[in-house]
Structures are given as structure tokens and as C-alpha cells.
């Protein structure tokens, strides 16, 4: 009986044990794995950014329950001890107490940081990535600490510039004056020498930046310019390093080329490079198995396989290299099928709107112009008839300003429709008159005021059948020798024809006017839908992460509400975009309103946001902190900015991408007027332009068809404003258009 005491004791015991073990993993499981990653840079290095990115995505696929801290040392703008020192006690003073599960470091610098400061966070595995083999075996490593090694073959680069420039005979290499550009300087050097084929070699190392960009801009165009690294001059300066090789591939008279993906699209030709996505993939999955258990010290470094051939096809186009040159299974980058093979349908219907435009607006302009004669004439006819009509008795009037007497003419009852047997009086006229038209009338029949010479008077009369003419009534004094009136005299006109043809001239300016903002904003049909997609992409991905959440047992609720809160976000932000081009494609009649002029500005800069990005164009925004209001028509003065600013684009089409910026502008109120500037970098106007670029159908465009900045002109003309266009003293083009200040009228409570 003891025995079985003892017995059943004991599975007690170990089943409380086993229960406790399996608590405790569960309770481990569920908790959150924590991930710092160091940075050696700040967050404007793209290299580091899109491997951390890359890495971040495929820790999250493994799993939702991984926290990401990250760090950036900043180590290439301060390279000093005391900072390194800084920079180490912050990081272990946050982390110290509650460490993370793993440390990633990211770019060259970041992994000596954590070897030199080596009681950092003693205990947490390291997985480093893009650090090359010099760099790993001159550290001495943890066991805890293993990664990614980019061997980088820059002998495979040089070897694609000789497929692509076979002729070249001189060799250009630049590095800068940083600790990551000095280790290149001594791998470049060797490289050269063993190669087979010899160069007249020039090495740009550790220059001033200022006389790096004078050396090469000045190189011959035959000559191959391999870039590697500048993360600092020999002035101190500190630089990004993909942003330099932009630079300088876009002032070199030679093709460029490096080793780093992240030069690829930004002019360099490319060269042999592994993606940083893949390195940060790679780094991710070595991460995931630590994670998961595995023994740090038995995961040796790796070395992404990932490696080809890449390069731009836009650079190979600018610089004139054959695309048969290239080694088998290069990546050829930007390459986009014609729009002939891709989009026939839509080019041909394209094609067919075009012509059916030009037909539309062709016709518009042979009314418009004639129109314009139907006006001519009248208006000469109407000269010659003035104060000359009563040789033919034709709707003569006189009055005499102290007795009141009035006499008219015969033709005035034909004017008036007046019965044969009704008498000319000023009554009778009078009563024909369209009673909203009546005090006008009166005004203009009782003459002058002793300070006018004269008077016209436009009014309606209704006649007898119902139909409604238009009058015009002019007047003038009679001064006698003492300078005294006592004779008023004039004649009336009948203007109808002369008013339909106005209306018709308003009408047709209009379309004029639709016509334009369509053309405009066909061209920016790519831009518009990118704006429009971006709202929806989020939408549909927050309502799939809603969805995701609420099959959970226990969904997150504050979660659900802030994808839900983003989805209404982003259909406001598609409803905001929407509603600007409704109103920009909108016909009809405008009315006159109070326009907030900064407000106008940031409408038509949101609107344009897709097209500046498309085109690598920059803005900037130098708005008055005051409000200028103005009274007019916000459609019309939205389309004449929208006009400038494209023109202001346009004429950036050759200007380097680094130099392309719009800044748009406004100035507080100078003798009640508010400025509105758009400055471009572009090639500004040129002599034989200058003082016909407001004439219709003057086009410096290919495209264009000479009637932008002459309705704007006439645009803000109507609005009392003026629209100028001038030459930049530092370069490009000044476009500016003044307009009348209004104060705003606010309501009461």
C-alpha cells in the first residue's frame, strides 16, 4: 500500500512538472520577438533603406508577432569618437534593461560599431548584411555573430563597360575621402593592375567635391567612368552616395557605371550588382532561423547568390551603347514597349479623339472669327451712323433740358413697333421698355450730366408680339457760346444682332476654355489615375487587413477601427481629387466668387503632384502666411495656373533632372494687388520669342497650338489682373499674373 503511495506520488509530481514545462513554452510562444535593427547611416541612404524594408517584409510574412525596432548611427556625417561613444551609451541605456531577441546591422559601418562596442548588448545575436569579405575577416567575430557577405566583383563591371564601349582607351575611377570609400581605393587599384587589357588610367580619389565635379565634367566622351563610393570629400563634406552618382552621371560627358544597385536608374549605365532586396531577404531568413532556435555560431556567412547583370535602358539610349553588346542575361532596366505595340487600340482611339478635337476647336475658332467680323461690323456701322443718321432720318432724338420737349424721328416708331396713329412721345417710348430696363432709359433720355460729353445706355424693349430687342441709346450735349447745354441729342440703335453675337463670342470662348483644361488634363491622364489608384490600392488593403482581423477569435477591435478610419481616409483623400477635375471638366456659366489665393495654389499643386514625380521635378512652396482673397472665377484662375506650371514643366524637358525645380510663390498686397509667381530652371525665353509668346497661334511647342497663354492673358485680364512672362536673372523663366486684393468677408455670430 506504501508502494502505491509512493507510485501515484511520483506521476503526480512529474505530470505538474510536465504541465509547468508546457505552460511555460506556451507562454515563451506567445510572446513577442523583439528585432533591433541598427542602421549605419541616416534614413536618406537608400541602400540601407530598402534592405531594411526587404527585411521588415519578409519578418513579417514569417510572422505578425515580430516587433522591429531600428536605430540610425548616423556614422558617415560623424565620424568622430565622442559621437560613436554617444551613440553607443543611448543605445545601451534603451535597450540595456529589456533587450532585443536580435540585433540586424545594416550597411558597411554599422557591424565594426557593434564589434568595437562590444559590451553594447553582450548577450543578443548579431546577423549582419552587405559586408564585404576584406571587411569580415579583418573583425574579430562573436560565434553569436554571422550574415551576409557581398562580394563585390568589380572586375565584371569594368568588363561590361568594354562589351559597351569597345573603342574607349581611358579609364576614370572615383572614390571619395570616407572610411568605406578609402577600403574601395586599394580594391580598384588592384583590380586594374591585374587586368589583361591596359588603360590610361585617372584615379578621382579623395577631392574636394566641387573639383571632382570640374574634373568630370571636362573628360572625353569615349572615356568609361566607373563611380564607387563618396561618402565624404576631403573638405569634410558628407554626401549620399546613390545621390552622387546621379549627379555625376548626369554631368559627365562619358558613360558611368558602379557596382551598387541603387545607381541603376538614376542616369549611371549599371554595372554588376545584387540587388539590395535580395540582401535583405537573404539577412532576413539567416534572422528567422535564430529566431526559431537555431545556435547562431552553427549558421556560417552566406553570400547572396543574387548577383547579374543590370543596367538602365534610358542611360544606354543617352550615351549611344548598343544593347547587342551585352552579356547574355543581362537585367535590361526601363525598357518599355512601344506604345504602338502595347496600346494600339488605344492609340488609334487616341488618334481619332485628337482629330476630333482639332476638328472641334478648328471649327470653334472659324465661328469664333466670324463672330468677331459679325461684331466689326456692326461696331462700323454703328460709327458711321452716330450724329450722321439724321441726314437719313433714321431713330433721331432731341430734347430740350429746360422745357422738357422731346422730338424723334418717324424710324423710332418702326424701332418701337408703335401703332401708325400712337404719338411720339417720351411716354409712349418709355412704355416699351423692359421694366427692369426702365430708370436706364429715363436716365439716358434726360441727357448728359453737365460733366459728360456724352452717354450710351444699352436697353430692352418688349415689343407688342412678345419678342425682346436690345436699344442702344447714345446722347450728347450741345454746348452754346457760354459753355451752357440747353440741346440734349442723340439716336438709337437697334443692337440685337450686335448682343447675340456677343453672347455667342462668350459662348464660344467658353468652350475655348473646356477645351483647354481637357487638353491639359489629358496630358496628365497618366498622372491623374496614378493619384486616383493610390487611394484605392490603400483602401482595398486596409479592408483586407479589417477582414484578416475580424476572422481572428478575438479580433483586435482598436485595430479594425483604424484600418476602417484609414479606408474613410483615403476615400476622402480619392473624393478630394475627383472633385477637383469635376470642377476643372465642369461647362456651363462661372460665377464670380471670393478665391483664396494660397488655397488655389495648394488645389492646383495636389493636382499636379503624379505629373512632377513622373517628370523628377521638384517643388517648392512659398506661400504668405496671410490670406489674399480675390474676386473671380476659381475654375478660370486654377487653369491659367495649371497652364503655367505645365509650361513651367515643359521647359524642363532638357534641364539635368538634379537642377528641374518649380518654385511657386505669392507676395502681399503692393497698391492692392497680390503676386503670383511660378519660376522654372528651365531655358527661359528665348530673343526671337520675347513679345510674341501672347499672340494666338504663336507655339514654341511642337504640340501646342499657340492659345494657352493667350487665354490665360485674357483670363486674368477679365479679372482685372496682368499676367507677364520674363527671363530669370539666375536662369529659367518668371511667370507672374497680378490680381485685385480683396478682403474676406467674414460672417456673424
Not at 557581398?150 to 563597360?161: E, G, N, P, V
Not at 483647354?516 to 488634363?521: A, D, F, I, K, P
Not at 474613410?568 to 471638366?585: F, K, M, P, Q, T
Request: charge should be neutral; charged fraction near 20%.
Amino acid at each position: 500500500m506504501a508502494a502505491f503511495s509512493n507510485m501515484t506520488g511520483t506521476r503526480i509530481v512529474g505530470l505538474s512538472i510536465g504541465l509547468l514545462l508546457l505552460l511555460a513554452g506556451e507562454a515563451r510562444a506567445a510572446e513577442r520577438m523583439r528585432v533591433l535593427m541598427l542602421h549605419a547611416f541616416n534614413y536618406s541612404f537608400p541602400a540601407t533603406s530598402v534592405i531594411a524594408e526587404a527585411a521588415r517584409k519578409r519578418l513579417v510574412e514569417h510572422s505578425n508577432s515580430v516587433e522591429i525596432d531600428a536605430e540610425f548611427l548616423d556614422l558617415a556625417r560623424n565620424a568622430d569618437e565622442a559621437h560613436s561613444l554617444r551613440t553607443a551609451t543611448f543605445i545601451r541605456d534603451k535597450y540595456g534593461k529589456h533587450p532585443p531577441d536580435l540585433m540586424i546591422t545594416l550597411g558597411s559601418n554599422a557591424l565594426p560599431f557593434v564589434v568595437k562596442h562590444r559590451d553594447l548588448l553582450p548577450d543578443v545575436p548579431v546577423v549582419f548584411a552587405s559586408i564585404s569579405p576584406q571587411t569580415y575577416a579583418a573583425l574579430q567575430l562573436s560565434p553569436r555573430t554571422t550574415g551576409i557577405i557581398t562580394a563585390f566583383d568589380l572586375a565584371k563591371t569594368l568588363s561590361l563597360a568594354e562589351r559597351l564601349q569597345p573603342e574607349a582607351r581611358r579609364l576614370f575611377v572615383v572614390a571619395g575621402s570616407g572610411e568605406t570609400d578609402r577600403r574601395w581605393q586599394p580594391l580598384a587599384r588592384k583590380m586594374i593592375e591585374e587586368h589583361g587589357r591596359k588603360f590610361e588610367t585617372t584615379f578621382l580619389f579623395e577631392l574636394p567635391y566641387s573639383e571632382l565635379v570640374a574634373k568630370l565634367s571636362k573628360i572625353p566622351s569615349d572615356a568609361i567612368v566607373i563611380v564607387l563610393t563618396v561618402f565624404a570629400d576631403s573638405e569634410g563634406k558628407t554626401f549620399v552616395p546613390a545621390q552622387v552618382a546621379a549627379e555625376l552621371s548626369a554631368l559627365s560627358p562619358a558613360p558611368v557605371y558602379g557596382p551598387y544597385d541603387t545607381f541603376v536608374g538614376r542616369g549611371a549605365v549599371g554595372g554588376f550588382v545584387e540587388t539590395f532586396e535580395s540582401i535583405g531577404t537573404a539577412a532576413a531568413d539567416m534572422a528567422i532561423e535564430i529566431l526559431q532556435g537555431r545556435d547562431p555560431a552553427t549558421l556560417a556567412p552566406r553570400t547572396n547568390p543574387a548577383q547579374h547583370y543590370r543596367v538602365d535602358y534610358r542611360a544606354m539610349q543617352r550615351w549611344g551603347l548598343s544593347e547587342k553588346n551585352l552579356p547574355a542575361d543581362t537585367q535590361v532596366l526601363f525598357k518599355s514597349p512601344t506604345i504602338w505595340n502595347q496600346y494600339r487600340g488605344t492609340v488609334l482611339a487616341a488618334l481619332f479623339i485628337v482629330g476630333l478635337q482639332t476638328i472641334l476647336v478648328a471649327a470653334l475658332l472659324f465661328q469664333r472669327r466670324r463672330g468677331r467680323r459679325v461684331e466689326n461690323l456692326l461696331k462700323d456701322s454703328e460709327e458711321r451712323m452716330t450724329f450722321a443718321a439724321a441726314a437719313a432720318n433714321i431713330g433721331l432724338w432731341q430734347v430740350d433740358r429746360k422745357t422738357g420737349e422731346l422730338w424723334v424721328t418717324e424710324h423710332c416708331r418702326a424701332l418701337f413697333r408703335l401703332a401708325s396713329d400712337a404719338p411720339l412721345t417720351r411716354e409712349a417710348l418709355l412704355s416699351a421698355v423692359h421694366p427692369d430696363d426702365l430708370e436706364i432709359a429715363k436716365a439716358a433720355m434726360r441727357g448728359p450730366s453737365k460733366t459728360e460729353q456724352s452717354t450710351v445706355r444699352d436697353v430692352r424693349i418688349v415689343l407688342p408680339s412678345g419678342e425682346v430687342r436690345w436699344i442702344r441709346m447714345r446722347a450728347r450735349s450741345y454746348p452754346e457760346g457760354n459753355g451752357e447745354s440747353k440741346q440734349q441729342g442723340g439716336i438709337f440703335v437697334d443692337i440685337t444682332e450686335q448682343k447675340s453675337a456677343e453672347a455667342e463670342t462668350a459662348l464660344q470662348r467658353l468652350e475655348i476654355e473646356h477645351l483647354m483644361r481637357v487638353s491639359v488634363l489629358g496630358e496628365l491622364s497618366g498622372s491623374i489615375a496614378h493619384e486616383v489608384n493610390q487611394p484605392l490600392t490603400a483602401i482595398l488593403s486596409n479592408a483586407q487587413a479589417a477582414l484578416h482581423l475580424l476572422a481572428q477569435n478575438s479580433p483586435d477591435l482598436v485595430e479594425v477601427r483604424d484600418a476602417l478610419q484609414d479606408i474613410v481616409h483615403e476615400d476622402n483623400r480619392a473624393g478630394e481629387v475627383i472633385h477637383r477635375l469635376r470642377s476643372l471638366l465642369k461647362k456651363g456659366e462661372r460665377k464670380a466668387e471670393s478665391v483664396n489665393i494660397n488655397d488655389l495654389v495648394r488645389s492646383t499643386v495636389s493636382l499636379l503632384h503624379s505629373e512632377l514625380i513622373g517628370r523628377d521635378i521638384s517643388l517648392k512652396l512659398d506661400l504668405d502666411h496671410a490670406p489674399f482673397f480675390t474676386r473671380g472665377d476659381s475654375v478660370q484662375l486654377q487653369q491659367v495656373l495649371l497652364n503655367l506650371v505645365m509650361n513651367a514643366m515643359d521647359a524642363m524637358a532638357s534641364t539635368p533632372v538634379a537642377q528641374r525645380s518649380i518654385l511657386i510663390s505669392t507676395g502681399g498686397p503692393q497698391a492692392g494687388m497680390v503676386d503670383v509667381l511660378v519660376k522654372d530652371r528651365g531655358h527661359g525665353i528665348r530673343p526671337k520669342e520675347n513679345g510674341r509668346l501672347f499672340e494666338p497661334f504663336y507655339t514654341t511647342k511642337s504640340h501646342g497650338l499657340g492659345l494657352g497663354l493667350p487665354l490665360c492673358s485674357t483670363i486674368i485680364q477679365a479679372h482685372h489682373g496682368r499676367l507677364t512672362l520674363v527671363n530669370d536673372e539666375r536662369g529659367g523663366a518668371i511667370a507672374k499674373f497680378s490680381l485685385p486684393v480683396q478682403q474676406p468677408i467674414f460672417g456673424t455670430a
